[in-house]
């Protein structure tokens, strides 16, 4: 787990919950622009995935593991006493939605960035449901799940660095996706149990890790007194990397901002990118 501290005077404080297959190091982008408009930083590798484990990438023994690091970082977070905010992308949000159907996390916001409830209705991931039913599974048996650098980003320079990166995963456990899976269902099943906070929800329509259909349900399914929603326009699955990312961070920056100033903080610029 790591902190990173504003430069300016601290209106809040943003956990960060990743997606499947990545790590802590590919948010720099967005880390750097929320601490530069007054945001500390709290994130963490997942479980099983970045510098978690040498032994067990691509694997998770349960999903309750997911919910212990997201809890234990919050619980930093509160250290802060400042308005807390969670930011869950694909497999983060997943746990995050899924967290939140269990307990109230106390938390100002929650901002969704493609949220897993489903993986894209597609022969490939037909294949894999399958496979993870009838496959090995042992903890140290896995399989590809066969995403290339294409389904996550358009951005050529993130793409590059992505396909150089020693820490992205392309393998998971039969066991892992599995979890997964169940807890997808569990999630969209129990929808109405996740307590209400103001959420952000977004997506790219060019998506193709995620079934935006499904994403999309949330907004008619979710009962929150205030809710953002933006379907990006042509941008891929990680709609933070993608050559728009600046006009993403500036929403995600006013649903931080405007909360802030809901419950009492300050803010001199309410769209203010820096």
């Not at 408009?37 to 510098?51: A, K, W």
């Not at 939605?97 to 409830?117: R, T």
């Not at 449901?129 to 951005?155: M, P, Q, R, W, Y």
């Not at 393998?171 to 169940?182: F, G, M, P, R």
Request: aromatic content about 8%; glycine content about 6%.
């Amino acid at each position: 787990m790591w902190k990173w501290e504003t430069v300016s005077e601290a209106k809040g404080v943003v956990v960060i919950v990743h997606n499947i297959l990545e790590h802590t190091g590919r948010y720099a982008y967005v880390i750097t622009h929320l601490r530069r408009n007054g945001y500390h930083v709290i994130m963490g590798d997942l479980p099983g995935q970045g510098q978690t484990s040498r032994m067990n990438k691509g694997q998770v023994e349960s999903f309750e593991l997911y919910h212990e690091s997201v809890l234990e970082w919050l619980k930093i977070a509160e250290g802060y006493h400042l308005p807390i905010f969670m930011i869950g992308v694909g497999l983060g949000g997943l746990i995050s939605m899924n967290l939140l159907e269990k307990v109230d996390l106390g938390i100002e916001g929650l901002v969704l960035i493609a949220p897993l409830l489903a993986f894209q209705n597609n022969a490939h991931t037909r294949k894999n449901i399958l496979s993870s039913h009838i496959g090995d599974v042992s903890k140290s048996a896995k399989f590809d799940l066969g995403f290339e650098v294409e389904d996550l980003t358009s951005n050529k320079e993130v793409q590059e660095d992505t396909l150089n990166d020693a820490l992205m995963l392309k393998k998971v456990s039969y066991h892992w996706y599995q979890e997964v899976l169940k807890h997808m269902k569990e999630t969209t099943d129990n929808i109405q149990n996740m307590k209400s906070v103001p959420l952000c929800l977004m997506y790219g329509t060019e998506d193709r890790v995620t079934d935006v259909d499904v994403t999309q349900q949330l907004v008619s399914v979710i009962d929150h007194d205030e809710l953002y929603f933006k379907a990006w326009h042509g941008l891929a699955h990680e709609v933070h990397n993608e050559p728009q990312r600046e006009a993403v961070m500036r929403y995600i920056l006013s649903f931080l901002n405007n909360h802030v100033f809901t419950v009492g903080f300050l803010v001199e610029d309410e769209n203010s990118l820096t």
